[in-house]
């Protein structure tokens, strides 16, 4: 089993890494609207994600201890009197989260708020919902987990409407979700408008401006996130824009930057990589 720091570091490459080339900023990059067909499977997904086949799922990659330690948490939720069920739910939405298993811990947060009704609990599940939504390989599963993103920020935006962040989470959910791409980047606008130093919403659309081929618009942005608060990620997609904009001594110091910030062996390896290929 590995330990929270590896699991931390292998995060950290997975998602910086393949969050530029697995998602797809479907109305941004693509001018094909969906079919009916597609459209009507993604509903049906959505519909048929619960938490049993997530969790069954989720233990195959744990140690034996720890897929029995789940699974004797779950054996007494489903027997356990309704006073005791919260208490229950919360304790599997941690153990999932301690894991690093965002979609599991994101169902069981989920039930939370669904109990509590509070902006807090809603706000929660819709960033674990997006962070399951960023890992998670199967594509079946990601429109579900995006659609639960989005509607747990909705409700947490109902909860409270001067919420910064309940809004950037569901912008960011609408553009991923292909249907309302534009009415995603105009909420996260709006956003940027209210608190231009924002850090979740202008990282967001340097991403989306990666991901639509507008280098000098990401340059800007992720430049607004490092002026707050310098990260490994904000560093990698500053240099990634860098990079295709053809200025390579920005793009090499960038690089630089995050892997310094990183200070891990795999990332260094990839980063090292890139920065030969500028050289040549």
Sequence with gaps: MYSRKQIVIIGLVVVLVGLLFSLDIKGLVKE???????????????????VETVSATAKQELSAAMSRQVTELETKLKSAAEAEKPALIKALAKLWQDVNKPAPAALYTEQLAQQS????????????????????????????????????????????????????????????????PMEGINILLDVVKQDPANQKANMSLGLFAIKSGQFDKGVGRFKTVLQQQPSPDAWFYLATCYENLGEKANAIDAYTKSKELAADPGFTQYIDQRIEALKK
Excluded: C
């Excluded at 919902?129 to 747990?152: C, K, M, V």
């Design 117 to 180: 009704k509070g902006y807090a609990d809603w706000m929660k599940a819709g960033d674990l919902f997006a962070s399951a939504f960023q890992t998670e390989r199967d594509s079946l599963l990601q429109p579900a987990f995006n659609e639960r993103s989005g509607s747990a920020y909705k409700k947490a935006l109902e909860l409270d409407p001067s919420s910064l962040d309940a809004k950037t989470g569901m912008g960011v959910a609408y553009v991923n979700g292909g249907t309302q």
């Design 32 to 50: 094909e609207g969906q079919h009916s067909g597609e459209a009507a499977t993604e509903a049906a997904t959505i519909s048929s994600v619960d």
